[in-house]
C-alpha cells in the first residue's frame, strides 16, 4: 500500500515536471529584445505622425493668413460681376420689351398703311408694306393671309398658292380642327388652284376646308361647282343635298340640280 502511495507521487511529480519544461521552454523562445523595438518602432511612427499632421496644419494656417486677403478680393471681385451681369440681363431685358413693343407698334401701322393702299388700288404698294411686315415677323398669319389675297387680286394665282400653303403651315396641327381662318386658307388655296386648272388640287382644298367648316354654305356652292367641272356625278349629288340642307333658300339649286343631271 505504502509502495503504491509512492509510486503515484512519483507519476505526479513526473507530469509536473514535464509540463513545466514545456512552459519554460516556450518562454525561452520568445525574444524580448524583439518585443521592444516593436514597441519603439510604433511608438516612434506615432511621434513622427502626430509631429506631421502638426506640420500640415501649421502649414495650412501659414497658407490661409497669406491668402485669406486674395481670397477676400476674389470674392469680392465676383460678386461685383454677377451683380453686373444680372443688371446688364436687366437692361437688356428691358431693351427686348422696348423693342418687341416698338415692332408691335410698326407692324400695326404697317397693316393700315397697306389696307389704305389696297383701298386706293395701289396693289404693288400694299404688297410691298405685307413683305415688310413680314420682315419683322416672319410668322405673322395674318400678313401671310392678307398677301395672298391680294395676289389673287392682282391675278397672281402661283404666288398666291405658295402664300396661302405658308400660312397654313405657320397654323399647328392641333389648332386646325376648328380655326375658321384656316378654312378660309384653304377655301383661297382652292381657288387658286382651280384658276391654275389644277382640279384635283382644288377639290382636295376644298375638302380640307369642309373638314373644318363642313356647314359652310360658300365652300359647299364651289365644291358643287368643282364636281360639276370634273363632271363627278356621285359626290356632285353629295354636295348638293347638303348645299340644299344648309343653304335651302340658294336661288342656283334648281339651276344646279338641272346641270347635275345634265352630266
Known amino acids: 500500500m505504502t509502495y503504491v502511495i509512492w509510486l503515484l507521487v512519483l507519476v505526479s511529480l513526473g507530469v509536473i515536471g514535464t509540463i513545466l519544461f514545456r512552459k519554460f521552454s516556450v518562454l525561452a523562445n520568445i525574444d524580448v529584445a524583439n518585443i521592444e523595438s516593436e514597441k519603439q518602432a510604433a511608438l516612434k511612427q506615432r511621434i513622427i505622425s502626430e509631429k506631421l499632421q502638426r506640420r500640415v496644419k501649421k502649414v495650412g494656417q501659414r497658407l490661409w493668413r497669406i491668402f485669406k486677403p486674395i481670397f477676400k478680393v476674389l470674392n469680392s471681385f465676383f460678386g461685383w460681376a454677377y451683380r453686373k451681369l444680372w443688371d446688364l440681363k436687366d437692361r437688356y431685358s428691358q431693351r427686348d420689351l422696348q423693342s418687341t413693343d416698338s415692332s408691335s407698334e410698326k407692324i400695326a401701322g404697317l397693316f393700315v ?3 389704305d393702299l389696297w383701298r386706293r388700288e395701289d396693289l404693288a404698294e400694299a404688297e410691298n408694306k405685307y413683305i415688310e411686315i413680314i420682315g419683322l415677323d ?16 392682282r391675278q397672281n394665282y402661283a404666288e398666291a398658292e405658295q402664300t396661302f400653303s405658308h400660312a397654313i403651315k405657320l397654323r399647328q396641327v392641333g389648332e386646325q380642327n376648328n380655326d375658321k381662318e384656316v378654312a378660309n386658307i384653304y377655301f383661297n388655296l382652292s381657288l387658286a388652284t382651280q384658276a391654275q386648272s389644277d382640279y384635283q388640287s382644288a377639290i382636295a382644298n376644298m375638302k380640307q376646308a369642309l373638314q373644318i367648316d363642313p356647314n359652310n354654305p360658300r365652300c359647299l356652292d364651289k365644291m358643287l361647282e368643282l364636281c360639276i367641272i370634273t363632271k363627278d356625278k356621285g359626290e356632285a ?6 348645299l340644299a340642307e344648309v343653304n335651302p333658300d340658294n336661288q342656283k339649286l334648281e339651276d344646279l340640280k338641272q346641270k347635275i343631271n345634265d352630266l
Request: proline letters at 0%; glycine letters at 4%; charged letters at 20%.
Open 138 to 153: 416672319s410668322k405673322n398669319f395674318k400678313a401671310f393671309q392678307l398677301l395672298g389675297e391680294l395676289y389673287m387680286t
Open 237 to 242: 349629288w353629295l354636295t348638293y343635298k347638303k
Open 113 to 115: 398703311q397697306a389696307q
